[in-house]
Every structure is written in C-alpha cells, then in structure tokens.
Nanobody, 124 residues
Framework: VQLQASGGGLVEAGGSLRLSCEASGRTLNSYTIAWFRQIPEKEREFVAGIFWSYYGTYYADSVKGRFTISRDNAKNTVYLQMNSLKPEDTATYYC??????????????????WGQGTLVTVSS
C-alpha cells in the first residue's frame, strides 16, 4: 500500500483545511486508516482514525468536535476535515494504514504503511 498525503498549508486560527490521503497499490477493504501528527522533538500523536470495513471513527480528545475523518471508497481516499483550527494544531500530519486487527489502535507503531506527511501551520 502506498499512501499520498496532501492538503496542508498555512491558515489563520479559526480557519479550516482538508487533508487527503490517497491509497494505491491495493484497495483499502479490511484496513484501518489513521491520521497522526508530529512536531519536532515530540512523539507522533494520534489524531483520528477510521475502519474501512465498517464506518467506525475515532478521535483524539484534543480534536473531537473540530475534526472529521471520512472516506471515499471509489477514490480509495481518506479525508481529514479540520475546522476551528488552533495554533496548537500546527504539525506535520501523516496518514497511516494497517490491516484491521479487530480493535482500533491509536499507537503509531501498530501501523504498517505511512504517507510522506503534509505540513499544517496555524497562525495566531
């Protein structure tokens, strides 16, 4: 599975961005897709995730109510709609994928495939 993340950029606080994660190489049936983010010298942090086989979604408390993860089966793409952005959302965002393992995993080490990262900068 190859993942291509895009959609990052510079936005003012309170603004919105939509990140995309397009998968190629195989369809994502029976996969879990997640978004993580990372700032320098910090560990990669779970943001949101979705099961491909059924519509279960998961969010970090810090983004709940502001971010929405969704998927487009036909395009083999997962989106992260980010609203009401805050300066503390500034980070490089990565999408990741792994085969479904029965329960949702929020730990970056459990994901097998990673996109290249897209930078989100929120100015105050």
């Amino acid at each position: 599975v190859q993942l291509q993340a895009s959609g990052g950029g510079l936005v003012e606080a309170g603004g919105s961005l939509r990140l995309s994660c397009e998968a190629s190489g195989r369809t994502l049936n029976s996969y879990t897709i997640a978004w993580f983010r990372q700032i320098p010298e910090k560990e990669r942090e779970f943001v949101a995730g979705i099961f491909w086989s059924y519509y279960g979604t998961y969010y970090a408390d810090s983004v709940k109510g502001r971010f929405t993860i969704s998927r487009d089966n036909a395009k083999n793409t997962v989106y992260l709609q980010m609203n009401s952005l805050k300066p503390e959302d500034t980070a490089t965002y990565y999408c990741a994928a792994s085969p479904d393992r029965g329960s949702f995993r929020r730990t970056s080490g459990t994901y097998d495939y990673w996109g290249q990262g897209t930078l989100v900068t929120v100015s105050s």
